[in-house]
T-cell receptor
Framework: NAGVTQTPKFRILKIGQSMTLQCTQDMNHNYMYWYRQDPGMGLKLIYY???????DKGEVPNGYNVSRSTTEDFPLRLELAAPSQTSVYFC?????????????FGPGTRLTVL | SQKIEQNSEALNIQEGKTATLTCNYT??????LQWYRQDPGRGPVFLLL?????KEKRKERLKVTFDTTLKQSLFHITASQPADSATYLCAWASGAGSYQLTFGKGTKLSVIP
């Protein structure tokens, strides 16, 4: 099993550009999450999904969109990139509710917006 | 609102000693508290989960305690090794109606040979 994979690993965007961060898991997990991690800060939840077709906002959703058309994939869309979105983005998945179960994280995408 | 704080940004410890990391919370007791390890440039890796009604959990050289009176969780690594050097994150979740884990900022542990 590859676990949770994310692409790309690194990306530099110009202000106002858009991009999609890809996330795929092969563990047949229903629950998937997107976090961002800024230097010296804890992980902040952006969006989460409890199954295909169902998504909801986390703590910091502004400037992002998600979709979940399959169990495996949970892409994160950045529209009109801003310098404040410079961060490391992690995708995670869990078999059951994240609060009571292990979350498996991907390797992250380091995004810089200039 | 609920806050979770990890007391130290960094902790240096001699190899072979026990490392103790602290996670404090305010207000109500979290239903679940998890500990993760994060190496530079990598995603967090789950280590241990402890529930509100549990006082202690162990896994090999790792031990987590949960003291609802002190509003604190302690994470211990016994017989620490240089390979234990990493950032350790605690994360809490409330019990009812919440899918969210809230993460602390982490404590960077350095085990000195």
């Amino acid at each position: 099993n590859a676990g949770v994979t994310q692409t790309p690993k690194f990306r530099i965007l110009k202000i106002g550009q858009s991009m999609t961060l890809q996330c795929t898991q092969d563990m047949n997990h229903n629950y998937m999450y997107w976090y961002r991690q800024d230097p010296g800060m804890g992980l902040k939840l952006i969006y989460y999904s409890v199954g295909a077709g169902i998504t909801d906002k986390g703590e910091v959703p502004n400037g992002y969109n998600v979709s979940r058309s399959t169990t495996e994939d949970f892409p994160l869309r950045l529209e009109l990139a801003a310098p404040s979105q410079t961060s490391v983005y992690f995708c995670a998945s869990s078999y059951s509710l994240g609060r009571a179960d292990t979350q498996y994280f991907g390797p992250g995408t380091r995004l810089t917006v200039l | 609102s609920q806050k979770i704080e990890q007391n130290s940004e960094a902790l240096n410890i001699q190899e072979g000693k026990t490392a103790t990391l602290t996670c404090n919370y305010t207000n109500y007791s979290p239903a679940y508290l998890q500990w993760y390890r994060q190496d530079p440039g990598r995603g967090p890796v789950f280590l241990l989960l402890i529930r509100e009604n549990e006082k202690e959990k162990r896994k090999e050289r790792l031990k987590v305690t949960f003291d609802t009176t002190l509003k604190q969780s302690l994470f211990h690594i016994t017989a620490s090794q240089p390979a234990d050097s990493a950032t350790y994150l605690c994360a809490w979740a409330s019990g009812a109606g919440s899918y969210q884990l809230t993460f602390g900022k982490g404590t960077k542990l350095s085990v000195i040979p």
